[in-house]
């Protein structure tokens, strides 16, 4: 039996849209892979996010079925919001010394990523994940140095998996060609949401009628974070601007403005309030549903789309997501 070879690859934390894809390529076994997570052990906790306004820690586990090591992170203000939040001086060793034949990076933007991926340059197939996209609300001249910096780099990647049109666009403008691009398009794990969807079905009628929405009722949603980018301001004002008596918009989650929205909205009957709800929750908010809407003003994906459909159900998505182009 030939030896399989070995894969590093290298995130920040564990993530409920990546771990699905690391498990699964850890069973089909035709690789031997491990997940190097660059923020630490702290990212197994409950960490607080800045986006939702609380502590988050997800209800599904994240580090099953697959081999992963935490790697030490020295950085003084750990985090993946900044460059020096992600610190590893023993990064590069560890690779080295696991046995990598080939490392897979997720973003290049934190000092230990970006170091390690300049070091394994040449020396080994450096592969890219990430869902950038052009951004042209910039100043001429921060545009130009902007790709200058991106095109130098790109230039120390081998091959980069786009997740859609709009990624593979920016990666060749940065200087990737259409040789070094491979179609790796965002997914969810579609068998979570379809099966909880089918046995939660008793659930969410209940849930549903506790909300006073009849069952011949249009029920639309949003589910995420209530900041200014994600525009519900704008959906919510839409919606009660219709007057429809039989629809209903269900908005859930947290954020900034969720008290200006809450002070608003929070006496129009249609109009419900759901707070944060977590992953294994997921599929029964989006079963109260028929239509998912996301408003955003800028995204570069716009995951819960997938899940959305996943659960099969209709969507409303600005020109300003990134999935619009490609799964709408």
Known sequence: ???????????????????PFFRLLSRRGIIDLKVFYTWGIEA????????????????????????YTF???????????????????????????????????????????LKSIRYF????????RGDSISINKMFILKRILRSVFLKWVYSHVDTAFYVGSHNKTYFEKNGLNS??????????????FESTLIEKRSEIEKWRSSLHISSDAVVFLYAGKMDTNKNVALL??????????????????????????????????????LPFHNQTMM???YGLSDVYV???????????????????????????????????
């Not at 039996?1 to 771990?19: D, F, G």
């Not at 460059?83 to 696991?98: A, D, K």
């Open 179 to 192: 040789c070094q691009l491979t179609f790796a398009p965002h997914a969810v794990d579609n068998d979570r």
């Open 44 to 67: 197994s906790r409950t960490k607080f996010d800045p986006g939702f306004g609380t502590n988050i820690e997800w209800d599904i586990p994240l580090l099953e079925g697959y081999n």
């Open 236 to 273: 919510a004002d839409a919606f009660t601007s219709l007057n429809e008596k039989n629809a209903h918009l269900i908005l859930a989650g947290e954020g900034a403005l969720k008290d200006a929205l809450l002070l608003k909205y929070a006496s129009v009957g249609n109009v419900h309030f």
């Open 1 to 19: 039996m030939s030896k399989l070879r070995k894969l590093a690859i290298i995130s920040t934390h564990p993530i409920q849209y990546n771990v």
């Open 121 to 128: 340059a040449g020396k080994l197939p450096v592969y890219f």
């Open 71 to 113: 790697v030490e992170n020295s950085s003084n203000a750990k985090g993946s919001h900044h460059f020096r939040g992600i610190i590893n001086p023993s990064l590069i060793t560890e690779i080295t010394e696991w046995g990598a034949e080939a490392i897979l990076f997720y973003g290049w933007s934190f000092q230990s990523h």
């Open 283 to 285: 599929p029964l908010l």
């Open 294 to 328: 996301l408003p955003s003003l800028s995204e570069t994906w716009g995951l819960a789309i997938n899940e959305a459909m996943a659960c099969g159900k209709a969507v409303i998505v600005s020109d300003s997501c990134g999935a619009a182009t490609d799964i709408v």
